[in-house]
């Protein structure tokens, strides 16, 4: 309830107490000349008197009359109004008026009516003829004869429901005000214009080490108050003096700070109260914001710290308005810029840039307000007219409402990373270029190579059948030498040019099932009776070249085969998952490879046993194709015991 619904109360009681007095005045006067007419004319045997008739009509509250059992015998208009009753048709007796609850206490004033004569100021519930319950006030006096005896009962009744309710909806507000007040986290000292305390709360009491309950604080003198709790403040003279001061002055001050010597940190505030021009006391509410104080003070130090770090940070940053206009730069931003601050603020950024008049930032920051945060590159143009890239990263900036209030972008200057990647792709089309023009180099050379090989192997082959009868041994054993060369120099060519073939093939990777390319391979392998082959687990699908792939497992294959030196040869396959790889690896038990040529063997033209069927590229390839699935291939060996061969495939 407000100050002002409070004043409107208390001026209507203030009210009702003044009708009571008339009420009790007119009731006193009213008396005396019932009872000066009844001295003549015995008011109840001579009802139609004309001078108490005028008397009973002229009075503007109910007014009631009743014998001595309780029967009404007169209701003026405003009673018939008040109670509903036409007691010239229904006779009523107040027995029936009584709210049931009430009872009892009317019963004994009505007893107090008839041992002194009249009882003042009676309030108790009713009932109507609707059953609608009613606050009354009722003054009442006994009437009598010339005997003095008394016959009969008068009262004035106002009706004081709507002030009854309204006085108790005060009592309610201010009974939730002081609870209110007492359990505030603030503290609180309502003192009036006499600095006796009219309130206070428990916090109160706590903050200044106040040994006892806030009810007991009532009707205090605070004068000396300051004085006993200046002890407790850092500066006690200054505590003593503000509160003086502001005393003195009588205005509203809000927001003093109060340093205790506990540590503590208050702030204090002090509201007068003035009613119709009057000084009627003061409020002063303590709150401890230590905590706000110390988080405040932490806060100012972290943006002290950040700031320092974004205005010497080598990325540029820039805060923006929704309009793109610049609000805030660093340092690193100047200096990439080529502008000053003073040329900066207030202009915007996408004209002021942009090489396409703003039209990509205007996209970005319509983003920003959608709450979008990303990266983009953008082409620009500094101060000095120079042509540079920036990579933008944007994000949207928020007020305290969460409303998007611009932008804040962090600009990385990319100019010369773009040279590099634009010299880089140049590179790598010189590359390609190379690359294109070897592989038909090596297939030129490999095609004029064989070609001479062939035709020597031809000569060869007819010189041994045309003097096959004058030859000798020796000589039939050269020519024999000779074409083992050429074979193995036949085979060497077409192995370099499988190795340069590698990376040059282009097809797409596709869906490859290991389990039935290996099956495959078993079945058009040579594998001699005497060596086992084993697959372990159940070889998976992987994406790659076929081909390649095929070329991978039948060269490791081939190679256990072929350096196997047991009676009973054994090949293990088996595989692993690990993650986004497969681990594949093949076993033998065969002649082994020491730890020496373990790098070695992936090397080109490398062969630990020399023989006209091996050109030592094979595990070159193998290890070129594994890498190219972006794998990886590597051997555990022991010499006598066999090889392990170990490479990886990703999913």
């Known amino acids: 309830m407000s100050q002002d619904q409070i004043d409107i109360l208390k001026r209507a009681l203030e009210r009702e107490k003044q009708a009571r007095k008339a009420a009790e005045k007119i009731l006193e006067e009213k008396s005396r000349e019932l009872y000066q007419t009844s001295q003549k004319l015995e008011l109840l045997l001579d009802e139609k008197s004309s001078q108490l008739q005028g008397v009973f009509e002229n009075i503007v509250d109910a007014y009631v009359v009743m014998d001595l059992n309780g029967d009404v015998l007169k209701f003026n208009e405003a009673a018939a109004r008040l109670f509903g009753y036409d007691i010239e048709q229904e006779p009523v007796n107040v027995i029936k008026l009584i709210y049931k609850e009430d009872y009892e206490y009317a019963m004994v004033s009505y007893m107090e009516l008839q041992s002194k004569g009249f009882f003042k100021d009676y309030e108790a519930r009713v009932y109507t003829k609707s059953g609608e319950v009613k606050w009354v006030h009722i003054n009442a006096s006994i009437v009598y004869n010339r005997d003095k005896t008394p016959i009969a009962a008068q009262g004035i009744v106002r009706d004081i429901t709507e002030q009854k309710i309204a006085a108790e909806s005060l009592l309610r507000s201010e009974s939730r005000l002081a609870s209110l007040i007492v359990n505030l986290d603030s503290a609180v000292l309502l003192e009036d214009e006499n600095r006796k305390i009219v309130l206070t709360n428990k916090k109160f009491c706590d903050v200044f080490n106040i040994p006892v309950d806030p009810d007991q604080l009532k009707g205090q003198d605070c004068s000396g108050a300051a004085e006993q709790s200046k002890t407790l403040f850092e500066d006690e003279d200054n505590f003593v003096n503000r509160i003086n001061e502001v005393l003195e002055k ?135 007219g120079d042509v540079r890239y920036w990579l933008i990263s944007g994000a949207p900036n928020y007020n305290l409402n969460g409303e998007v209030i611009g932008s804040i972008g962090i600009h990385l200057d990319i100019t010369d990373l773009k040279s590099l990647e634009y010299q880089k792709e140049k590179l790598l089309q010189k590359l390609e270029k190379s ?173 630990l046993k020399k023989s006209k069927d091996s050109s030592g590229i094979g595990l070159s390839i193998v290890k070129k194709i594994v890498n190219l699935h972006q794998g990886k291939i590597w051997l555990e060996s022991e010499l006598g015991s066999g090889t392990i061969f170990y490479f990886t495939l990703k999913k």
Do not use: C
């Open 250 to 384: 009588r205005q509203t001050v809000l927001g003093d700070e109060l340093v205790m010597k506990n540590g503590k940190i208050l702030e204090r505030d002090f509201v007068p109260i003035i009613k119709d021009g009057i000084y009627r006391g003061h409020l002063w509410t303590y709150r401890d914001i230590t905590l706000q104080k110390n988080y405040s003070e932490s806060l100012e130090k972290q943006k002290q710290k950040y700031s320092s770090i974004i205005a010497n940070m080598n990325l540029g940053l820039v805060e923006v308005n929704n309009d793109d206009e610049i609000l805030m730069v660093n340092q690193s931003f100047l200096e990439i810029s080529g502008y000053t601050e003073e040329e900066l603020i207030g202009k915007k950024g996408g004209k002021l840039f942009s090489i396409d008049d703003g039209k990509t930032i205007s996209e970005e920051n319509l983003k920003r307000q959608k709450g979008e945060s990303n990266s983009y590159e953008l082409k620009v143009k500094n101060k000095h």
């Open 435 to 607: 690359n294109d023009e070897l592989q038909e180099y090596a297939h030129i050379v490999s095609h004029d190579l064989k070609s001479p090989l062939r035709s020597i192997d031809a000569l060869v082959s007819w010189l041994r059948e045309d003097n096959k009868e004058k030859l000798d041994a020796a000589s039939l054993q050269n020519l024999d030498l000779i074409q083992t060369t050429l074979e193995k120099m036949e085979q060497l060519i077409s192995d370099v040019l499988n190795y340069s073939s590698v990376s040059a093939d282009n097809s797409e990777n596709a869906e490859v099932d290991i389990e039935s390319l290996v099956a495959d391979l078993l079945k058009i392998l040579y594998i001699p009776e005497h060596i086992n082959v084993t697959i372990h687990n159940v070889l998976p699908k992987v994406m790659g070249d076929q081909i390649k792939l095929q070329q991978v497992f039948q060269n490791l294959i081939s190679n256990a085969v072929k350096f196997n030196d047991k009676d009973n040869g054994l090949i293990e396959i088996d595989v692993a998952d690990e993650g986004k790889y497969y681990r594949f690896s093949i076993k033998d038990n065969g002649i082994g490879i020491e730890p020496q040529f373990h790098d070695k063997v992936f090397k080109i033209f490398h062969s």
